[in-house]
Every structure is written in structure tokens, then in C-alpha cells.
């Protein structure tokens, strides 16, 4: 099992950046394929971006192709999300997941855990 705490979110303008870390408890980090979703006020929770376990593969939501980029310190026990030329449309709750299938997934269903969430508010 393992426990997931985000951070780093919060209001920023259009253009801007921000940094989401995701920190997990455990001993057993390197073994789950992490991931990053988003929802906003009434839409559904939305996939963004992805890596393996060993970081050799990281896939992204099309929206967020270019602009996010995707990361995990495995010493650190630690995945994050950079985020770049923030949009409104980026607004959202963004969460950390965790899965413990071994192949990469856009699909929040083959996500076992996940964090509380940070908000992230991208002004105009």
C-alpha cells in the first residue's frame, strides 16, 4: 500500500509555471507506474501524464503535450509535474495516482491510490 501527499499547487496567471510534487510513503515507490490527473468543477477526472516505473517512458494528454512535463526521483520516492504557459483551461484539482500494473495507462480505473489533491487556479 502506499500513501500519496501533493503539493505545490495554486493561483497563477496565464503563461506562468508551477511545480507539482507528489511524495509517497512506503519502500515500494519504484514498483508503481505513477500518474497525473485533473478535474474541474462538474467534468470528469481527466488523465494529463504519465511515467513508468523506471522513467524510461512518459505519456501525456494531448492538451498538455509540449507545455507539461512529467518526472519521479525514486531515491526521493517523489513524482512530479511541471507545468508550463499555464492556461485557464488548465484550472483544476490535480491528483497523483498510483498503479500497480506494470504497463502505463491512461485510465484512472487501473489507478489503485491516490492523493488528496492540490488545487491549481490559472487566471486570465
Known amino acids: 500500500q502506499v500513501q500519496l501527499v501533493e503539493s505545490g499547487g495554486g493561483l497563477v496567471q496565464a503563461g506562468g509555471s508551477l511545480r507539482l510534487s507528489c511524495a509517497a510513503s512506503?519502500?515500494?515507490?519504484?514498483?508503481?507506474?505513477m500518474g497525473w490527473f485533473r478535474q474541474a468543477p462538474g467534468k470528469e477526472r481527466e488523465f494529463v501524464a504519465g511515467i513508468s516505473r523506471s522513467a524510461s517512458i512518459t505519456y501525456y494528454a494531448d492538451s498538455v503535450k509540449g507545455r507539461f512535463t512529467i518526472s519521479r526521483d525514486n531515491a526521493k520516492n517523489t513524482v512530479y509535474l511541471q507545468m508550463n504557459n499555464l492556461k485557464p483551461e488548465d484550472t483544476a484539482v490535480y491528483y497523483c495516482?498510483?498503479?500497480?500494473?506494470?504497463?502505463?495507462?491512461?485510465?484512472?480505473?487501473?489507478?489503485?491510490?491516490w492523493g488528496q489533491g492540490t488545487q491549481v487556479t490559472v487566471s486570465s
Open positions: 495516482a498510483a498503479s500497480g500494473y506494470s504497463r502505463t495507462s491512461y485510465s484512472p480505473r487501473d489507478y489503485s491510490y
Open positions: 512506503g519502500r515500494t515507490f519504484s514498483t508503481y507506474v
